[in-house]
C-alpha cells in the first residue's frame, strides 16, 4: 500500500523568509502523481502545486516550488518570500496513474510570524 | 460555476440515527470521492466513483453507502450514525487519473 509521511507536525517562518516542508512518500508504481494541498481556516481545500512523477522537471507555481527526489521518494514543498495568507494546513498527497484515489500525508501546520 | 457543492455544512446527530450528505459536482467530472479528516490523521479515503453506476471501497467504507445514478451527484449515507463517525467530511471530484482534485466545503458532522 502506498503510504505518504509528513514528519513535522508544526512549522513557523519570518514573514518574507523562505520555508520548506517535508513530505515522503512510499510507493512500487512508476506512474503516479504528487500533490501539495493548502486548508487555511475556512476548511477549503485548495491545490498548491502538482507534479508527475515522469517528469524530471521541478514544478513550479509564482513562489511555492517542489524539490521532486524520485529515487529518494521524497517531494518537498519550498515557500519563498512567505506571507501571512500562507498560514494554514498544509497535506501532502499521491496518487496511481491508475485512479484518482488521493493517499493523504497528515498534514503539517504552517504559522507565519509578521 | 460553482464547482462541487456540500450540504450541508454543519450538522449535528444523535447514535443511531441515519443521515445522507450530498454532494453534486457541476463539471462533469467522472471520478468523485469521499474523504473523511480527523485531527492528526490527514484524509482518508472512503469510497470512491469512477462514472455512474460505479463505486468501490476506500480506506475507511464501514458505516458508510454510497451510490453513483448520476455522473453529477455521489451521495454518502451514514446507517446509523456513531460518536467515531464524528468528523469532517469531504466530497472531491477529479476529471481524469492524476489530474487535480476539486473539493466541496466540507460538513462537519458531530454525533452524541
Same mark, same amino acid.
Given at each position: 500500500? =502506498?503510504?505518504?509521511?509528513?514528519? =513535522?507536525?508544526?512549522?513557523?517562518? =519570518?514573514?518574507?523568509?523562505?520555508?520548506?516542508? %517535508?513530505?515522503?512518500?512510499?510507493? %512500487?508504481?512508476?506512474?503516479?502523481?504528487?500533490?501539495?494541498?493548502?486548508?487555511?481556516?475556512?476548511?477549503?481545500?485548495?491545490?498548491?502545486?502538482?507534479?508527475?512523477?515522469?517528469? =524530471?522537471?521541478?514544478?513550479?507555481?509564482?513562489?511555492?516550488?517542489?524539490?521532486?527526489?524520485?529515487?529518494?521518494?521524497?517531494?518537498?514543498?519550498?515557500?519563498?518570500?512567505?506571507?501571512?495568507?500562507?498560514?494554514?494546513?498544509?497535506?501532502?498527497?499521491?496518487?496511481?496513474?491508475?485512479? %484518482?484515489?488521493?493517499?493523504?500525508?497528515?498534514?503539517?501546520?504552517?504559522?507565519?510570524?509578521? | 460555476?460553482?464547482?462541487?457543492?456540500?450540504?450541508?455544512?454543519?450538522?449535528?446527530?444523535?447514535?443511531?440515527?441515519?443521515?445522507? *450528505?450530498?454532494?453534486?459536482?457541476?463539471?462533469?467530472?467522472?471520478?468523485?470521492?469521499?474523504?473523511?479528516?480527523?485531527?492528526?490523521?490527514? *484524509?482518508?479515503?472512503?469510497?470512491?466513483?469512477?462514472?455512474?453506476?460505479?463505486?468501490?471501497?476506500?480506506?475507511? #467504507?464501514?458505516?458508510?453507502?454510497?451510490?453513483?445514478?448520476?455522473?453529477?451527484?455521489? #451521495?454518502?449515507?451514514?446507517?446509523?450514525?456513531? #460518536?467515531?463517525?464524528?468528523?469532517?467530511?469531504?466530497?472531491?471530484?477529479?476529471?481524469?487519473?492524476?489530474?487535480?482534485?476539486?473539493?466541496?466545503?466540507?460538513?462537519?458532522?458531530?454525533?452524541?
Amino acid at each position: 500500500a =502506498q503510504t505518504v509521511t509528513q514528519s =513535522q507536525p508544526e512549522m513557523s517562518v =519570518q514573514e518574507a523568509e523562505t520555508v520548506t516542508l %517535508s513530505c515522503t512518500y512510499d510507493t %512500487s508504481e512508476s506512474d503516479y502523481y504528487l500533490f501539495w494541498y493548502k486548508q487555511p481556516p475556512s476548511r477549503q481545500m485548495i491545490l498548491v502545486i502538482r507534479q508527475e512523477a515522469y517528469k =524530471q522537471q521541478n514544478a513550479t507555481e509564482n513562489r511555492f516550488s517542489v524539490n521532486f527526489q524520485k529515487a529518494a521518494k521524497s517531494f518537498s514543498l519550498k515557500i519563498s518570500d512567505s506571507q501571512l495568507g500562507d498560514a494554514a494546513m498544509y497535506f501532502c498527497a499521491y496518487t496511481t496513474g491508475a485512479n %484518482s484515489k488521493l493517499t493523504f500525508g497528515k498534514g503539517i501546520t504552517l504559522s507565519v510570524r509578521p | 460555476n460553482a464547482g462541487v457543492t456540500q450540504t450541508p455544512k454543519f450538522q449535528v446527530l444523535k447514535t443511531g440515527q441515519s443521515m445522507t *450528505l450530498q454532494c453534486a459536482q457541476d463539471m462533469n467530472h467522472e471520478y468523485m470521492s469521499w474523504y473523511r479528516q480527523d485531527p492528526g490523521m490527514g *484524509l482518508r479515503l472512503i469510497h470512491y466513483s469512477v462514472g455512474a453506476g460505479i463505486t468501490d471501497q476506500g480506506e475507511v #467504507p464501514n458505516g458508510y453507502n454510497v451510490s453513483r445514478s448520476t455522473t453529477e451527484d455521489f #451521495p454518502l449515507r451514514l446507517l446509523s450514525a456513531a #460518536p467515531s463517525q464524528t468528523s469532517v467530511y469531504f466530497c472531491a471530484s477529479s476529471y481524469s487519473k492524476g489530474s487535480e482534485a476539486f473539493f466541496g466545503q466540507g460538513t462537519r458532522l458531530t454525533v452524541v
